[in-house]
């Protein structure tokens, strides 16, 4: 297996006025080429913490994060990163959002037509070539959503990173969304990381399932793969044996082995 | 009227209905505002009648109708139409205003960019901020040894302020998420400033323009009156001294019309390019 994104004994710790705070500790993990893989766990177990970390826009307490052999220093145009509430900006419309970020990693080498045709072509990659001349606030928030993807994706990334990107829609839209990103995935064969609390979201579209311990402190508790085949189809796959095995897993690991953290509020805090 | 029945006349069957209703719309919003001109005018009156020195409505609409037949006659440097000295005081007024967003608003930019310059600009600007602006007249004067830059700097000085404090509290409040979209796109400082952070903060900058130009219009009046010369705070206050009650009470509705116009002016320039979130 090529080890593509590597994660190496990766800690965070910040500093917050009543001391020190670790959020995650002994983070090793390496993702292969065109692999999928979810990070799941409850609220506060720091995956959006180590999605940061890859992303580069936070750096790492202790230990290395490489993509394809080299250190992650800061963000950059070789990871495109899909945020959990859109972040596009509202005064630009959606061409203009998706523009902004292929001018930015093509613009020195291609004309303005090369890239508004890179443009054009990831949004109608996610399906909005008619959208692309109204602004954010014209459209519906998985319409959005969909711009962010394309906006991510528009810049032909290595890794294509996501923070929770359906959590905020409802879940009929999400599903969609979900079937879609499964589609694009495939068409662009993209190595993507994706940070859910959604248990049957992470089944249907990983590879593997990376379950986060509760924090503080948090590590990898359990690597789960998911061994269905692709394509996938959600309706078809709700009723295999594997994918109920894997959802069976995952539900056990965060439910009975790492139990809601709220439910024990004391124990977590003295930790 | 006319352009309303033109715009409407190729569903000629039915504009009188629509101009009707539009009518009545008209009517029912006017309905407030005349009924409380009508009491104003009516107390006005009683004023009038009980004080001798005070004009009376019609007096003052005689006088006015004398004085609006010419606003720009010019009889030498102390006796101008009231047309000249509302030209010379917006004059001034855009002059010393127009300075302040050249220095304010870059100012306020880097103070809320930078945590630092905010630290140390901050005290300064709370400190003067509540010093009335003609407190810094006499010192324009000296600096500039003439009445007209003195009242501009005064202009100036109290424009400066809202603008700096705006923009600095609108950089400052630019959504996280923006700026990580920025680092994320690895955007130039250049880009982050025009694509990020200048439509992100024009609303709080023309909301600071805004509550600039109320001051600035307040102050000029005030300034005029010391410095004299033109404008029409030097006007009130000869007219004063001419003992023409009339033309004091003119100058009041004269600068509140213009005040009122300037802030018009700005809101609908603030929501031209005010965005929406959602």
């Not at chain 1, 692709?230 to 044996?241: F, K």
């Not at chain 2, 600009?121 to 324009?140: D, K």
């Not at chain 2, 109290?158 to 700026?179: E, F, H, K, Q």
Request: glycine share 8%; with cysteine; net charge neutral.
């Amino acid at each position: 297996m090529q080890k593509f994104v590597r994660i190496e004994n990766v800690g965070q710790t910040f500093d917050t006025p009543r001391g020190p705070f670790v959020a995650l500790r002994d983070i090793d993990l390496t993702v292969a080429q065109g692999e999928f893989i979810s990070l799941i766990g409850h609220s506060g177990c720091g995956k959006s913490t180590l999605l940061n970390l890859v992303a580069g826009l936070t750096r790492p307490s202790s230990g290395v994060l490489l993509l394809a052999e080299r250190e992650i220093t800061g963000p950059g145009p070789d990871r495109g990163v899909v945020f959990q509430n859109h972040s596009l900006l509202p005064w630009l419309t959606c061409f203009q959002n998706v523009y902004l970020a292929v001018q930015r990693v093509f613009g020195a080498r291609e004309s303005k037509a090369q890239l508004a045709e890179r443009t054009h072509a990831a949004l109608a990659l996610v399906g909005l070539a008619h959208a692309q001349a109204r602004l954010p606030r014209e459209i519906s928030g998985g319409m959005k959503q969909r711009v962010g993807i394309a906006r991510a994706l528009a810049i032909e990334p290595k890794v294509l990173l996501m923070d929770e990107p359906f959590g905020a829609l409802d879940a009929l839209t999400r599903a969609h969304l979900q079937d879609e990103l499964l589609k694009i995935v495939a068409a662009t064969r993209s190595t993507a990381i994706m940070v859910t609390h959604d248990v049957d979201e992470a089944v249907l579209l990983s590879d593997r399932i990376v379950m986060l311990t509760n924090g503080p402190a948090a590590t990898i508790g359990q690597i789960l793969p998911v061994p269905l085949p692709r394509p996938r189809d959600r309706v078809a796959l709700s009723s295999r044996p594997e994918y109920l095995e894997c959802r069976a897993a995952a539900v056990d690991f965060l439910h009975r082995l790492h139990g809601n953290p709220d439910k024990k509020p004391a124990q977590a805090q003295e930790q | 009227m006319s352009t309303v029945s033109s715009s409407l006349s190729p569903e000629a069957p039915r504009w009188p209905a629509a101009l009707r209703s539009a009518c009545d719309a008209a009517a029912r919003a006017a309905i407030g505002p005349l009924a409380g001109f009508a009491l104003f005018l009516l107390a006005w009156q009683v004023i009038a009648t009980s004080i001798p020195e005070i004009p009376t409505p019609g007096a003052t609409w005689l006088a006015a109708r004398e004085l609006f037949a010419d606003p720009f006659y010019d009889n030498g440097p102390n006796d101008k139409g009231i047309g000249w000295n509302v030209l010379a005081s917006l004059q001034r007024v855009a002059v010393g205003f127009g300075l302040a967003a050249l220095v304010g608003i870059p100012v306020g930019f880097i103070m809320g960019r930078y945590a630092m310059v905010s630290a140390m600009f901050s005290p300064i600007v709370s400190l003067l901020r509540p010093v009335s602006p003609l407190a810094w007249l006499p010192l324009g004067l000296l600096l500039f040894k003439a009445a007209d830059p003195a009242a501009i700097w005064a202009i100036f000085i109290c424009s400066i302020w809202p603008m700096v404090m705006n923009t600095a509290a609108g950089v400052a409040r630019v959504p996280r998420d923006y700026l990580n979209v920025a680092r994320v796109l690895n955007l130039s400082e250049w880009q982050v400033i025009t694509r990020v952070l200048l439509p992100a903060v024009l609303p709080y900058m023309l909301t600071g323009v805004r509550l600039s130009i109320g001051t600035a219009w307040l102050v000029i009046v005030a300034a005029e009156m010391l410095t004299g010369g033109t404008g029409i705070g030097f006007w009130l206050w000869d007219e004063w001294n001419n003992l023409k009650v009339e033309h004091i009470v003119i100058a009041i509705f004269v600068i509140g019309l213009v005040g009122l116009g300037l802030e018009i002016v700005l809101l609908r320039l603030a929501r031209r390019f005010a965005y929406a979130e959602e």
